[in-house]
């Protein structure tokens, strides 16, 4: 498989480069397939002193008890010599489930050595707010998406940043919605993209990536657990954009099953598999919403259709519906990147929903998502109530009509974003760092 650019590809190469006593240990987590293994041993091509393990298929490693075993093992096995600037690379880090109490005395006792520890459940030993700096990777971008498939030109245009730029012209903006399409029926997993381009199967390359994954869940939990975490993730995959119930999961789910299905929900969010978006108002506290890892799996799991965007103008909205989930789940997903968690707003119903509020230090944003290819006035409504309510300057419509801004009466303004410039917008207003 072709190995696809990834924005953070400098991010690590910089912390490989770095140079210090005592350095922390970098954790690369994300789903299995989205690319972990191949982002690290990218970025040390040209290290002939790096040490690379598999862990998954080294007991040796994985009957380590103590760090000093591990040092011992490493040694005497790959070569590794703490201590001599060399670059430590253990992959499937979980399968040694000691490492989760060392990362601390690697960063003391290991000086001037990079660690890396990845894989696709290291929550299971190195759960969240423990030592370590953690790099979450997630399927591909739309710009990275583009590149894979050889648009230089049209990646360029979706990196830029929307504000101060002239729009892009009409033609480039049908054809960007034409591949966006596309996008959102692969996704992003870099081996669905790499057969796409190669013209293959990708269906059949997801639906192998989705049954590794239910794999994973019998594996580590056992055949029951096991079987609700795969129910859960499919559950999520049937109400995307709408509030999760355990009822999709076990279906007439009595009291006694609420607190299995609530832990299968923590580990799929714990593994990077599902998002969880809080939902409070100005009442109380709603149930949140759920969001897949990536839109390309969404699809395979839902089983109504989802239309192409270019028959968006001659479809009832019972019709349009998937796109509208499909295109909110990609800006879950873009949203998710930022590490900050999701939250939207909404009141008791009927009333007003907003997708998404994108905190940054003292202001908030909006963000509404609208299946619709021509600007409409009416779809401000709910992004105009809330920003006058909340008093703040600018929220965002996520859509796929061409890019614009509405002034509002008192001062404040609405970004109208094709959905292919949203990250563009997200990455320049949260100063994420950018390859």
């Known amino acids: 498989m072709c190995y696809f650019s990834r924005g953070e590809d400098a991010l690590l190469r910089a912390f490989i480069q770095q140079d210090a006593l005592h350095k922390d240990v970098m954790l690369v987590e994300g789903p299995r397939g989205v690319g972990k293994t191949q982002l690290v041993r990218r970025a040390l091509q040209?290290?002939?002193?790096?040490?690379?393990?598999?862990?998954?298929?080294?007991?040796?490693?994985?009957?380590?008890?103590?760090?000093?075993?591990?040092?011992?093992?490493?040694?005497?096995?790959?070569?590794?010599d703490p201590g001599a600037n060399q670059v430590l690379f253990l992959d499937e880090a979980q399968e040694c489930p000691m490492l989760g109490g060392c990362i601390q005395s690697m960063r003391e006792q290991w000086?001037?050595?990079?660690?890396?520890?990845?894989?696709?459940?290291?929550?299971?030993?190195?759960?969240?707010?423990?030592?370590?700096?953690?790099l979450a990777l997630g399927p591909l971008r739309f710009s990275e998406y583009l590149l894979a498939l050889g648009e230089k030109e049209l990646a360029a245009d979706v990196s830029r940043v929307p504000a101060g730029t002239a729009p892009i012209e009409a033609a480039r903006h049908e054809r960007l919605l034409e591949l966006y399409s596309g996008f959102l029926a692969t996704g992003g997993m870099p081996a669905a993209v790499s057969d796409r381009v190669a013209g293959v199967d990708w269906r059949g390359t997801l639906e192998r990536v989705v049954a590794d994954q239910e794999g994973d869940f019998v594996r580590i939990l056992r055949r029951y657990a096991g079987g609700i975490a795969k129910a859960a993730l499919r559950g999520v995959a049937s109400r995307v954009g709408s509030v999760s119930t355990h009822s999709t999961v076990i279906p007439h789910a009595k009291t006694r099953h609420h607190g299995?299905?609530?832990?299968?929900?923590?580990?799929?969010?714990?593994?990077?598999?599902?998002?969880?978006?809080?939902?409070?108002?100005?009442?109380?506290?709603?149930?949140?919403?759920?969001?897949?890892?990536?839109?390309?799996?969404?699809?395979?799991?839902?089983?109504?259709?989802?239309?192409?965007?270019?028959?968006?103008?001659?479809?009832?909205w019972p019709a349009r519906r998937p796109l509208a989930d499909a295109l909110e789940n990609q800006v879950a997903v873009e949203i998710a990147r930022l590490g900050r968690g999701l939250q939207g707003w909404r009141t008791r119903p009927p009333g007003l929903e907003i997708d998404f509020v994108l905190r940054l230090g003292d202001s908030s944003i909006p963000i509404v998502c609208k299946p619709a290819v021509d600007a409409n006035l009416r779809h401000l409504k709910g992004i105009a109530e809330w920003l006058e309510a909340m008093r703040q300057p600018v929220g965002v419509l996520v859509s796929f009509a061409p890019y614009s801004v509405t002034a509002l009466e008192g001062g404040a303004r609405v970004l109208q974003l094709p959905a292919y410039l949203f990250d563009a917008w997200l990455g320049q207003v949260s100063s994420r760092p950018r390859g």
């Not at 080294?58 to 380590?64: F, G, N, P, S």
């Not at 050595?113 to 030592?131: E, F, N």
């Not at 149930?287 to 028959?311: F, Q």
């Open 46 to 80: 040209g290290r002939p002193e790096a040490v690379c393990v598999d862990v998954e298929q080294d007991q040796r490693i994985q009957a380590c008890e103590s760090l000093a075993r591990l040092t011992d093992t490493l040694r005497s096995q790959f070569g590794f």
């Open 111 to 134: 000086q001037r050595t990079t660690v890396i520890l990845a894989g696709s459940t290291l929550a299971r030993v190195l759960p969240p707010g423990r030592d370590g700096r953690r």
């Open 260 to 316: 299995f299905v609530e832990a299968a929900f923590s580990r799929l969010e714990s593994w990077h598999l599902v998002h969880r978006c809080i939902q409070p108002g100005p009442d109380h506290f709603h149930r949140p919403k759920r969001y897949l890892y990536d839109t390309g799996v969404l699809r395979l799991l839902r089983d109504a259709a989802v239309p192409p965007i270019g028959t968006l103008r001659t479809l009832a």
